[in-house]
């Protein structure tokens, strides 16, 4: 399939062109985040052509998935897939000619500097501030443009952070909104707000790709794709006195306040492990006289009612069926190790 073939209908628009085109297929991209906008900025970008696509994603697929991740089928939740294997395989097959390299990783203060290095842009797919945070206090330092995304039940919320020219995320949110409270899933979202918001950010993506800064939004744009309300701050200028890029306090890249337990999603709990290469073979084994245990190349599910337990390759685990810290430290003591 020729270049300008697959390329035509965004050749044919002015704005991007012959040249846009040839820009965007120079530009890589990081996305940290792969759940339901995350899969749509995935497929909208490596649709239009950028060079390369970097998918960073600690979850894997399930059945709940399907209502709105639109990288995912069946077979993938039947899987249990990592979400970023999953999605890379997907964008396989619509769009051979760029290049995706998936991690299967929680984005840490330790991985940061590998994981978002030596891209021209970083958009944001994940659930969370805390992770949002660590990507702005990255980004700053590294005056890479970045696109806050997202989405709460019919509600979308966008803004595009370009380093020294306009406000950072924690100009705009000095603390997070919520809490520092970690989740994978949300509970109650529409696949149309999160479709609405990933249409934005990604062409705010396309338009730094191509060069068109001026038509960048600056502000924070917020839409209720249910009762139309609407609203549109200012995000032209930094705040004075912020942290992350006017003081350069780091924070979030020094790990502070991270914690090695968190809460994940309504009724699951992370294990932040990640110095604890776990062999699969070995791991069943042991695991077997205890429960149910199954394990891919990818991660090993051990079910111990009423818990299962995800674990991943780095020690990394996800707990379902409490959400008592406490409960999930004493079974990945007990089964894994402490
Ligand atoms: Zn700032």
Same mark, same amino acid.
């Given at each position: 399939?020729? +270049?300008?073939?697959?390329?035509?209908?965004?050749?044919?628009?002015?704005?991007?062109?012959?040249?846009?085109?040839?820009?965007?297929? /120079?530009?890589?991209? %990081?996305? !940290?985040?792969?759940? &339901?906008?995350?899969?749509?900025?995935?497929?909208?970008?490596?649709?239009?052509?950028?060079?390369?696509?970097?998918?960073? *994603?600690?979850?894997?697929?399930?059945?709940?998935?399907? =209502?709105? =991740? !639109?990288?995912?089928?069946?077979?993938?939740?039947?899987?249990?897939?990592? /979400?970023?294997?999953? &999605?890379?395989?997907?964008?396989?097959?619509?769009?051979?000619?760029?290049?995706?390299?998936?991690?299967?990783? #929680?984005?840490?203060?330790?991985? !940061?500097?590998?994981?978002?290095?030596? @891209?021209?842009?970083?958009?944001? $797919?994940?659930?969370?501030?805390?992770?949002?945070?660590?990507?702005?206090?990255?980004?700053?330092?590294?005056?890479?443009?970045?696109?806050?995304?997202? $989405?709460? %039940?019919?509600? &979308? !919320?966008?803004?595009?952070?370009?380093?020294?020219?306009?406000?950072?995320?924690?100009?705009? +949110?000095?603390?997070?909104?919520?809490?520092? @409270? #970690?989740?994978? *899933?949300?509970?109650?979202?529409?696949?149309?707000?999160?479709?609405?918001?990933?249409?934005?950010?990604?062409?705010?993506?396309?338009?730094? %790709?191509?060069?068109?800064?001026? /038509?960048?939004?600056?502000?924070?744009?917020?839409?209720?794709?249910?009762?139309? *309300?609407?609203?549109?701050?200012?995000?032209?200028?930094?705040?004075?006195?912020?942290?992350?890029?006017?003081?350069?306090? +780091?924070?979030?890249? %020094? $790990?502070?306040?991270?914690?090695?337990i968190?809460?994940?999603?309504?009724?699951s709990v992370?294990i932040?492990?990640? =110095?604890?290469?776990?062999?699969?073979?070995?791991?069943?084994?042991?695991?077997?006289?205890? $429960?149910?245990?199954?394990?891919?190349?990818?991660?090993?599910?051990?079910?111990?009612?009423?818990?299962?337990?995800?674990?991943?390759?780095?020690?990394?685990a996800?707990i /379902?069926?409490t959400?008592d810290t406490a409960i999930a430290r004493s079974l990945y003591?007990?089964? @894994?190790?402490?």
């Amino acid at each position: 399939m020729s +270049f300008s073939e697959r390329y035509s209908r965004q050749i044919l628009f002015p704005p991007i062109g012959q040249d846009g085109q040839e820009q965007l297929a /120079k530009t890589r991209i %990081a996305l !940290v985040g792969c759940g &339901a906008t995350g899969s749509a900025l995935a497929s909208l970008l490596s649709r239009a052509g950028i060079a390369y696509l970097r998918l960073i *994603d600690r979850d894997y697929v399930e059945p709940s998935n399907l =209502q709105r =991740q !639109v990288l995912f089928d069946e077979a993938d939740a039947a899987e249990s897939l990592p /979400k970023a294997i999953a &999605a890379a395989r997907k964008i396989a097959s619509f769009n051979s000619e760029i290049t995706v390299e998936p991690h299967a990783e #929680d984005l840490t203060p330790d991985n !940061v500097e590998d994981l978002l290095a030596d @891209v021209d842009i970083i958009l944001d $797919g994940t659930d969370n501030f805390e992770t949002r945070y660590l990507i702005n206090d990255y980004a700053v330092r590294e005056k890479l443009p970045w696109i806050y995304a997202a $989405g709460v %039940a019919s509600y &979308a !919320v966008t803004m595009t952070i370009l380093p020294g020219e306009t406000a950072c995320l924690a100009c705009i +949110f000095p603390d997070s909104p919520r809490g520092l @409270v #970690d989740t994978c *899933d949300t509970s109650g979202i529409l696949n149309s707000a999160v479709n609405f918001v990933a249409s934005v950010a990604a062409t705010e993506a396309m338009k730094l %790709a191509v060069g068109a800064r001026d /038509k960048l939004r600056r502000t924070l744009l917020s839409y209720d794709v249910w009762t139309n *309300d609407y609203a549109s701050v200012k995000t032209d200028k930094p705040r004075p006195d912020c942290r992350c890029c006017q003081q350069r306090d +780091f924070t979030h890249l %020094a $790990g502070e306040g991270r914690p090695h337990i968190s809460m994940c999603g309504r009724n699951s709990v992370q294990i932040h492990e990640r =110095q604890r290469p776990i062999d699969f073979a070995d791991m069943s084994k042991r695991l077997a006289p205890h $429960g149910t245990v199954k394990h891919t190349e990818f991660l090993l599910k051990f079910w111990h009612d009423p818990y299962e337990m995800t674990l991943f390759p780095d020690g990394r685990a996800i707990i /379902k069926g409490t959400t008592d810290t406490a409960i999930a430290r004493s079974l990945y003591a007990r089964y @894994v190790g402490s």
